[in-house]
């Protein structure tokens, strides 16, 4: 099966060869419980996505497209090995101790593997969630050349962590001791992920963009807070687990009063990354040779103080995260690619997480 995937991806780029064309960067981003009507450009009328939405209006917009799983680690799996979920590795989001979830196989063939295979340079950043540190699973042990983020996705549902790993490595955030909150790991994460777009700008590079937003916990800086607090009344709190108590910041969600301005606040700070990711690759003249998809991992979610119904969350669809439902598993997909995919464009064609890899 490597044998022939590789082989397939050596054709594929062949074509591009004697076409005159270099081989495309690729980068995709995942957002994290993010539904089918959190986007404008899907519906959302509560809050606006402009960047997305700009990305749709460039690009390609997918109306049914289907997560590998309505839950994160066998939807990544799905995403990753490109078998659908009665053959891919991980059927559950099961964790392993100290840290970390059921990790892939070792003769599981990643896109990072793949991709590497043939010349491309790899990068995660987010959330791995398919293995423990130095399992068969880990992102190293898979293909990625730079990994940064978080391996176990329970200790990604807290925004303010005590450390993130770089490749093997810890990274401790000591301004996030104690009860601090200084260092948000979204805006961490973000600034690594643009700079290894810089530092592989001459070469064919795949980017996975995992991003932890907006999976509870609900929480985002003050900056993004104060545009949308006291917009989405009644407001809905939530009791979490806080500083002194047990579990904090080991998984267990942190209190939130703002539920829902945290949530619309949360969505802001997404689409800004998402439009400073494509201004760094217009700024690097890299347009017309980078593919850039969005998606999401699953449908929304209900954890933390999260209001699904109250935006929407799910447009026309029933049901949500965990869910086989429409509402869990349909999600957002948008493709651009500058002189390639052909602007403001639709297709219904029904695709899936799987099909990511063969295509």
Known sequence: MRATLTLLLL???????TRGQERPNIIYILADDLGWGDLSCYGQKNFKTPN????????????????????????????MTGLHSGHTYIRGNKSVEPEGQWPLPDEAVTIPEMLKSVGYTTGVFG????????????????????????LC???????????????????F???????????????????????????????PFFLFYAMITPHAELVAPEKYMSKYRGKFLPEKS???IDAGEPGFREGPYASQQESHAAFAAMIDLMDEQVGTIMAKVKELG???????IFSSDNGPHKE???????????????????DVYEGGIRVPMIARWTGVIKPGTETNHPSAFWDVMPT
Request: contains cysteine; aromatic residues 14%; proline residues 5%.
């Open 127 to 150: 959330k791995w969630g398919l293995g423990s540190p130095g399992s068969t699973g880990a992102p190293e042990n898979q293909g990625v050349d730079r990994f940064f983020g978080y």
């Open 286 to 292: 890299m347009d017309n040779n980078t593919l850039i």
């Open 304 to 322: 933390g103080g999260a209001d699904p119904d109250y935006f929407d969350s799910n447009g026309i669809f029933k049901g949500y995260k965990r």
């Open 11 to 17: 054709l594929t780029l062949a074509s591009f060869s």
């Open 52 to 79: 997305i939405d700009r990305l749709a209006s460039e690009g390609l917009r997918f109306t049914s497209h289907y997560s590998g799983s309505p839950v994160c680690a066998p939807s990544r799996s799905a995403l």
């Open 153 to 171: 996705q329970s200790l990604a549902h807290n925004y303010y962590p005590s450390y993130l790993w770089d490749n093997a490595s810890k990274v």
């Open 173 to 203: 955030l000591r301004e996030n001791s104690g009860d601090a909150k200084e260092e948000y790991a979204p805006q961490i994460i973000h600034k690594q992920a643009l700079d290894f777009i810089e530092q592989n700008k001459n070469r």
């Open 238 to 240: 939530y009791d979490g």
